[in-house]
């Protein structure tokens, strides 16, 4: 079995920073791209930014030059840091991962629980 657990989420001033953690834990092989989605109240879920096994990133057009992803391979942890926060950011955030399970040839997509993040004006 595998989780994803996410951390770091919480209430904030606009202008702030906030920094969202993800844990990819159980029987894994390998990890593809990770990433993180965001859903407000009454929207549509967004793409907020993806990382691949290489390295190559992609951004949402809200979130460019505000939030940077990175991830540790060693620790199996996607980060998302955010800074110059805005009311809009306020939503759950979502932690994506395509994964290979051990001892299986075949990926798939797991999402962890949310966290909320609430940005103040």
């Known amino acids: 079995q595998v989780q994803l657990v996410e951390s770091g989420g919480g209430a904030v001033q606009a202008g702030g920073s906030l920094r969202l953690s993800c844990v990819a834990s159980?029987?894994?092989?390998?990890?593809?791209?990770m990433g993180w989605s965001r859903q407000a109240p009454g929207k549509q879920r967004e793409l907020v930014a993806t990382?691949?096994?290489?390295?190559?990133?992609n951004y949402g057009d809200s979130v460019k030059g505000r939030f940077t992803i990175s991830r540790d391979n060693a620790k199996n942890t996607v980060y998302l840091q955010m800074n110059s926060l805005k009311p809009d950011d306020t939503a759950v955030y979502y932690c994506?991962?395509?994964?290979?399970?051990?001892?299986?040839?075949?990926?798939?997509?797991?999402w962890g629980q949310g966290t909320q993040v609430t940005v103040s004006s």
């Open positions: 159980g029987s894994i092989g390998s990890i593809n791209a």
């Open positions: 994506q991962a395509n994964i290979r399970r051990a001892l299986t040839t075949w990926s798939s997509d797991y």
């Open positions: 990382i691949t096994g290489g390295g190559t990133i």
